[in-house]
């Protein structure tokens, strides 16, 4: 069997556990495991049916097409879409039974006229934005927008729903802010009528607010073994990103590596070609400021990366074609991690492992 080039290894078993343990805390909740961007780069389907298998009971989607690869791929778990553009046919949303989220009078209307058209009733989360200022209706608007859905004999109002904008952050006060306008908002549904779940809680919130947890909670990047806050929690990173080394040669003190120029080998060493590079998701603003796990311990990426292909100096160390090369994992032997990455980047592991999800990369579950 060939070395790989560029792949991405995903550990169904440690997901799993983490869906378990994200559940633990939320014992009263049932959890919504949130699979967008085709699982944040882990590959939605299979994250999707590992989850459900460790008991979650609902996932979560951006669009309504991401939830209809679920559904074509026969996974039947209930599913909520939150974010299409203007126009969106919800029809086939509404015949597949996913659940959509309705943030305005014109995406009810829009939601409604798919569900006369399919000749059933479509299932939707009324969204209020508590304070992110992004998706979800305005308070100003809520009052109608609840009357009217209440008075729309095509849907079902089956919950009431918001997004945290600082939960990272613990103890910061927008959280109580926004949980107070949530508390008004579900009044105000109740008060017409309705008789909602309700759900706001994101993976932070799972782990640092257990006063917001109610009926659903909905962890995306902690179920894949990334901790967004500062607190001690068993999660276990899914994604390993790997290659090995496709070439091995001895260069002479003085000789540089890498377009550019930007690393000149102080001593006689041993370089190893590694054939990954910006096109398969490594950044490229890592040039000389990365290492990888090689040969059983961490060695420093020098010179540029290019758009396929690093080197790695190996000193004066034995290392043989075709030996693996770990990009980042899970961390516990030393290796480097996405948080790594993220941290040198000026970004969040998020950006990361979503980023992973290309062409040139091959995805393999374990
Ligand atoms: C992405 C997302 C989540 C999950 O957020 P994490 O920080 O990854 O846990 C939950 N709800 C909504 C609406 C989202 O867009």
């Not at 869906?19 to 633990?24: K, N, T």
């Not at 049932?30 to 609902?58: F, I, N, P, Q």
């Not at 603003?285 to 020098?302: I, K, Q, Y």
Request: proline content about 6%; hydrophobic content about 45%; some cysteine.
């Amino acid at each position: 069997m060939a070395a790989p080039r560029a792949e991405v290894v995903i550990d169904l078993d440690k997901l799993r556990h983490n869906v378990s343990v994200l559940a633990g805390h939320a014992p009263a909740a049932r959890t919504m495991v949130v699979v967008k961007a085709d699982g944040y780069g882990h590959g939605a389907v299979e994250v999707a049916r590992a989850a459900l298998e460790a008991g979650a009971t609902w996932l979560g989607a951006c669009s309504l097409a991401e939830a209809l690869v679920l559904r074509a791929a026969g996974v039947r778990a209930p599913v909520l879409a939150w974010l299409d553009p203007v126009g969106t046919d919800y029809a086939p949303g509404v015949e597949a039974g996913v659940d959509l989220s309705v943030s305005s009078a014109r995406q009810l209307a829009e939601v409604a006229e798919a569900a006369r058209a399919v000749g059933r009733r479509a299932a939707i989360h009324l969204k209020i934005d508590t304070g992110l200022s992004r998706n979800g209706c305005p308070a100003h608007e809520w009052g109608a927008l609840v009357e009217k859905a209440a008075a729309t004999p095509e849907v079902e109002v089956r919950a009431v729903w918001s997004h945290l904008a600082c939960a990272d952050e613990i103890g910061h006060p927008a959280t109580d802010a926004q949980a107070a306008r949530f508390a008004d908002a579900c009044g105000e549904a109740v008060a017409a009528g309705l008789d909602p779940m309700r759900h706001i809680a994101n993976s932070a919130a799972v782990l640092t607010r257990p006063d917001l947890h109610f009926d659903l909670v909905r962890p995306g990047i902690a179920v894949y073994g990334l901790n967004p806050v500062p607190v001690p929690v068993d999660l276990r990173p899914v994604m390993t990103f790997r290659s090995s080394v496709a070439a091995v040669k001895r260069i002479a003190a003085g000789d540089a590596v890498s377009y550019g120029f930007t690393w000149t080998a102080p001593a006689d060493t041993t370089v190893a070609l590694v054939p990954v590079g910006y096109a398969d998701g490594v950044p490229r603003a890592l040039s000389n400021r990365m290492d990888v796990w090689l040969g059983g311990r961490r060695r420093p990426v020098v010179g540029r990366v290019c758009m396929d292909q690093l080197v790695v100096d190996c000193g004066d160390d034995l290392v043989v074609e075709g030996d693996e090369v770990v990009l980042f994992g899970s961390g516990e032997h030393g290796e480097p991690t996405a948080r790594e990455w993220a941290d040198r980047t000026g970004t969040i592991d998020y950006e990361i492992v979503t980023g992973m999800y290309r062409p040139r990369v091959t995805r393999t579950y374990r």
